[in-house]
């Protein structure tokens, strides 16, 4: 008898139906020489700082345990709502347990997701509940069909060839914890304020925080650009200089316009020639959720969970994946399917091509298709719907046999000896694919000229003027997270992603597929950011997060972030060790602690939350650091007097505060940045119970 522990029931019941026929007990079905048993995704979490130190004094969050690096990361079942043990966890627990145990089980097999998450999922509950070693196999499923299913109980590996995945996921699990724990409770202490500090979610804001900031901060400049718009042959011919003049040059864009204009404008050159249009690849998760964000403003974590859904009822294959490739082993299954779609109806044939089947573009899973399973679109929802019509229609645009036939031109229009002017369009002559996928049909349209016409031209100085930087939308975030240190382009090019996985194979990218939709929507849920139709913008809540961990020295930005994630891949890869990794997470977080400017002699240090600094000048209460600077401990009574906690981007440290509050005055501060962004020094001084700047000769 094999035990099959699944990730989720949903799993558990596809596993059941890839088998056959099993009997239905509580919490398990058993038949046919298997068990099938189910996790509810983690029935494990890391133990808290608490279960290793020990209470505080306070009984709540203190710098007496933090920050905290156990020497071995230990495990426990997950609490409830209550911070109990939950009852259903540890029911079903204990049901794993009971099975893996029982003397007729000869080998107990892994059915996680197939990721690094999964692998780890059910290693626990077999580390935790096992007494005596037994073979353990993994069952890896790219799909939920039972076809699938029972194909992949034929080709069962043993677990310990998955030894550097599950290497990896705990590894990534200690390392977030170390982080999480440890600068979350440091952050919320220093400010009073709940700031959630993660490895991923800061770097994340922090994007979204640089460019609203850009935006904000960003100053037009005027300049003047040489247009020329004329009807030619009753058509509009615009022609626009490169040249550009600046906004106090205007009398110059002027003269630059009435040489061109003395000159004859025509077409020298003319080329048409039919070319077959390709296809985008297959979609990756983050690409699907890129073309659904753009096209139907559908929230990332929507799309997640509809292609989720879509996944665990069979009809898409595996969701997280980061390929837009499939796997040369798999031609025989795509063949098959292939031919499924074809009876549907569609003009399919298979294809053997580089750009669709490339092991060397695939970490784990294969890009995102349908499956032998075809739903029943009559059931379907109109998000489902939506979703599984676009996984498909992009699978039938790879595989379409009808070719997509376009004329391709370019019109080269010379000014004299000044300057040539480049023309080029698109147009669809015979559709092929793109009836089913609108990924080709951004044409532009030419005038109707021929080489010899001569061009009316009329330039004009036209004033222009730069724009800011544009706010992040789910594709570009997508775009920037997946390589945080590419150039940001409208879009990249088909063929040309050999930088895109190289980062991903890396450890460049920002999260991972599997993780990364979870991770913006929890700072949407904490309001450091919102989303509003398809684009992202901060929001005070993750101004202040950014702004208050940089004032701590705590530099969590993509460079941080990918060093660590470049660890995990050597892990997965075998070069380093799980604890080699998590050795450089914690030095990386002493650093913090021991920061220079967290240190009271700093002249950026700004306390802690509850430091007391003086007494009230109106009321008499203590004056405390709070969340903005000092405040009177009176204000629920109405006392107004307060001190800021920065001036003009100066941190007013808790010494000067003092200072204020006992001798009236300060000693000269230096660092003050005025409006106009130039350095200043200054005394501060009380005055009409204010803090105001003292200029002195």
């Known amino acids: 008898m094999k035990l099959i522990i699944a990730e989720k029931p949903s799993l558990a019941r ?61 495990f426990k079942l997950k609490n409830g709502e209550d911070k109990k043990p939950d009852a259903g966890v540890v029911r079903q627990f204990e049901l794993i ?40 196999l993994r069952l890896w499923l790219p799909d939920q069909t039972p076809e699938t299913v029972a194909q992949a109980l034929t080709e069962m590996k043993n677990e310990e060839e998955y030894d550097l995945l599950a290497n990896e ?39 979204i925080y640089d460019r609203d900031m850009a935006i904000r901060n960003f100053v037009p400049d005027k300049y003047f650009a040489l247009v020329s718009s004329c009807e030619t042959n009753g058509e509009t011919v615009e022609l626009v200089s490169k040249h550009k003049f600046p906004k106090e040059k205007a009398a110059l864009a002027q003269r ?27 979609y990756s998760l983050s690409k699907l959720q890129n073309f659904l964000g753009k096209k139907y403003k559908m929230p990332m974590d929507t799309s997640l969970r509809i292609v989720q859904k879509l996944y665990e009822e069979g009809f898409l294959t595996y969701p997280r994946t980061n390929s837009e490739y499939l796997a040369t082993a798999e031609k025989d299954k795509i063949k098959k399917i292939v031919n499924i779609v074809k009876g549907k109806g569609y003009p399919v044939e298979f294809k053997d091509k580089k750009t669709i089947f490339d ?24 998000e489902e719907k939506t979703v599984y019509s676009a996984v498909l229609r992009r699978f039938v645009a790879v595989f379409c046999s009808e070719e997509c036939v376009v004329s391709k031109t370019e019109i080269t229009v010379s000014v004299g000896e000044c300057e040539d002017y480049f023309l080029k369009g698109l147009m669809i002559l015979e559709p092929g694919w793109t009836k089913y996928d609108d990924s080709g049909k951004n044409n532009k349209i ?85 989303l509003k139709k398809d684009v992202y913008k901060i929001l005070p809540d993750g101004e202040y997060l950014i702004e208050q ?38 030095n990386e977080i002493k650093g913090v602690f021991g920061a220079p400017e967290n240190s009271p002699e700093s002249d950026k240090y700004f ?71 130039k350095p200043f020094s200054a005394r501060l001084e009380m005055k009409e119970n204010k803090a105001v700047f003292l200029f002195e000769d």
């Open 14 to 74: 596809n596993i059941v139906a890839g088998i056959g026929q099993m009997k239905k007990n509580n919490g398990y079905f058993e038949g046919l020489g298997y068990i099938v048993t189910w996790a509810f995704g983690h029935l494990f979490s890391l133990c808290d700082i608490e279960d290793y130190t020990g209470a505080t004094t306070s009984g709540r969050w203190s710098m007496e345990n933090i920050p905290c690096f156990p020497e071995a990361f230990r």
């Open 97 to 136: 347990k009971k099975l893996c145990n029982r003397d007729d089980v000869e080998a107990i097999v892994n059915a996680g997701d197939a990721d690094r998450e999964g692998e780890i999922i059910v290693r626990l509950c077999v580390m935790n509940a096992l007494e005596k070693e037994k073979p353990f």
């Open 169 to 207: 996921g705990f590894a990534r699990t200690y390392i977030d914890w170390l982080y999480g724990v440890n600068l979350t409770r440091y952050a919320t202490l220093r400010t009073g304020v709940l700031l959630r500090v993660g490895r991923v979610i800061v770097p994340v804001v922090k994007a």
């Open 256 to 282: 630059a316009c009435d040489k061109l204009n003395a000159q004859e404008a025509i077409v020298t050159a003319k080329k048409t020639k039919k070319d077959k249009l390709n296809p985008g690849k297959l």
């Open 359 to 382: 092991d060397s573009k695939i970490e784990s899973h294969s890009a995102l298709t349908p499956t032998y399973k075809f739903p029943d679109v009559a059931k379907l929802s109109e």
């Open 446 to 530: 030419l005038p109707n000229l021929e080489k010899g016409d001569r061009v009316n031209i009329d330039f004009k100085p036209k004033e222009k003027e730069t724009s800011p930087p544009k706010h992040y939308t789910i594709e570009t975030l997508n775009n920037y997270l997946k390589n945080p240190f590419r150039e940001e382009k409208a879009e990249a090019s088909e063929q040309d992603d050999a930088e895109d996985y190289r980062a991903i194979f890396e450890g460049l990218e920002l999260g991972t597929e599997a993780t990364r939709t979870g991770i913006i929507d929890n700072a949407v849920k904490s309001k450091y950011i919102e």
């Open 549 to 586: 961990l940089i004032n701590m020295g705590i530099s969590m930005d993509k460079y941080k972030t990918s060093e660590l994630g470049q660890a995990l891949k050597r892990v997965y890869h075998g070069d380093i060790t799980i604890d080699e990794s998590v050795s450089q997470a914690v």
């Open 607 to 677: 306390g802690f939350a509850g430091d007391e600094v003086g007494a009230c000048p109106l009321c008499g209460k203590t004056v405390v650091r709070g969340k903005y600077g000092y405040q009177c401990r009176g204000y629920k009574e109405g006392c107004k007097f307060s001190i800021p906690g920065i001036l003009c981007k100066r941190v007013i440290t808790p010494a000067n505060a003092k200072k204020l509050l006992t001798d009236g005055k300060t000693d000269k501060i230096d660092g003050f940045i005025s409006k106009t962004g």
